[in-house]
């Protein structure tokens, strides 16, 4: 009885994490890589990244808002509170003006919930020291 209940919630967390994290399970990093030449005018990726118009962006999946050394955030960024998990980063990508009011990214987001779940992906493959990101 006991075992049929602990296999009951297994499963069932195991499906909820699956409902948690579609974007990274079902993204595919090569459209993510192509569709962030869209972002490459303002950020910069890779081992010898440099902040330009926006923040370096490697190991940016589940850091905090407004926290690359040397970038000057605007405040709304900054006093965000906000981590950059797939959640985040997937309304953030949406509609950056939205989720972060006053955000001095001039970016109007991407709509196609597709299209920012592959990016995402991309971007998660890139670890902080900007390995991973050819
Ligand atoms: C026109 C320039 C521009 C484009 C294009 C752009 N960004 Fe940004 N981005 C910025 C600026 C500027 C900031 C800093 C925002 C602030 O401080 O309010 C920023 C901030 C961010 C942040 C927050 C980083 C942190 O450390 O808090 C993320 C994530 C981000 N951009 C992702 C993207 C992605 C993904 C794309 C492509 C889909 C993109 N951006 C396109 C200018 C841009």
Same mark, same amino acid.
């Given at each position: 009885?006991k075992? =049929? +209940?602990a296999?009951? &919630?297994?499963i069932?967390s195991?499906?909820? &994490?699956?409902?948690? %994290?579609? &974007?990274l399970?079902?993204g595919?990093v090569a459209a @993510? /890589?192509?569709l962030?030449?869209?972002c490459?005018?303002? +950020?910069?990726? !890779?081992p010898?990244?440099?902040n %330009?118009v *926006?923040?370096?962006?490697? #190991?940016v999946? #589940?850091? /905090?808002?407004?926290?690359?050394?040397?970038?000057n955030y605007?405040?709304?960024? /900054? @006093?965000? *509170?906000?981590?950059?998990?797939?959640a =985040?980063? =997937?309304?953030?990508?949406?509609?950056p003006k939205a989720?972060?009011? !006053?955000?001095?990214?001039?970016?109007? @987001?991407? /709509?196609?919930?597709?299209?920012?779940?592959?990016?995402?992906a991309?971007l &998660?493959?890139?670890?902080?020291? !900007? %390995? !991973?990101a050819?």
């Amino acid at each position: 009885m006991k075992s =049929t +209940h602990a296999a009951a &919630a297994l499963i069932a967390s195991l499906s909820f &994490a699956a409902l948690l %994290s579609p &974007a990274l399970a079902d993204g595919d990093v090569a459209a @993510g /890589k192509n569709l962030f030449n869209q972002c490459r005018a303002c +950020h910069q990726i !890779g081992p010898d990244a440099q902040n %330009s118009v *926006g923040p370096v962006l490697n #190991g940016v999946v #589940g850091r /905090k808002a407004g926290q690359y050394p040397g970038y000057n955030y605007s405040d709304a960024n /900054k @006093g965000s *509170g906000l981590t950059w998990d797939e959640a =985040t980063l =997937t309304e953030y990508i949406t509609n950056p003006k939205a989720k972060v009011p !006053g955000t001095k990214m001039v970016f109007p @987001g991407i /709509k196609q919930p597709e299209r920012v779940a592959n990016l995402i992906a991309f971007l &998660a493959t890139i670890k902080a020291d !900007g %390995s !991973g990101a050819e």
